[in-house]
């Protein structure tokens, strides 16, 4: 039955984790078209709960791509200087659906996982019962 719990916290972790990589992908695809904006990325770290030495992981701090802003030109922009060009943001929207596409599988799957390891503990818990 431990066993079960450690795949439950495990997965649930991996959600957790997941639905933060999803919400920082739509904040940088609300804001693709923002001047100046900066993409955010976020890390996975592999961490052990206490309990057994469970694996889990967990989010990192959130970072701003230090890639270059592109620039646009648009001389009638209220950001444009003299020569006619602002700064727009360093978010790739074909990249960023990729990942969110890839974060949403990662999230489904670990609710798969999730709720398989669920069904099999409660079976367990039936058979014991009996």
């Known amino acids: 039955m431990n066993e ?7 997965s649930a972790s991996g959600m957790r ?4 990589r999803i919400r920082i992908g739509a904040e940088n695809i609300a804001n693709a078209d923002t001047p ?8 996975f770290e592999e961490t052990f709960q206490r309990s057994g030495e469970a694996r889990a992981v967990a989010t990192g701090p959130v970072r ?6 592109a620039r646009v030109y648009d001389p009638n922009h209220p950001m444009a200087g003299e020569d006619g060009y602002f700064e727009g943001s360093n978010v790739d929207l074909m990249v960023e ?3 969110s596409r890839e974060a949403n599988r990662s999230y489904e799957a670990n609710l798969r996982m999730f709720e398989q390891a669920r069904q099999m503990a409660s079976s367990l818990l039936d058979l014991l019962r009996r």
């Not at 079960?4 to 495990?10: F, G, H, I, R």
């Not at 984790?17 to 933060?20: D, E, G, R, V």
């Not at 100046?36 to 890390?43: L, P």
């Open 4 to 10: 079960m719990m450690k795949t439950m916290a495990a």
């Open 17 to 20: 984790a997941q639905s933060a």
């Open 36 to 43: 100046g904006y900066r993409r955010k990325t976020v890390s």
């Open 64 to 69: 701003l791509d230090q890639r270059e802003l």
């Open 97 to 99: 659906i990729a990942d």
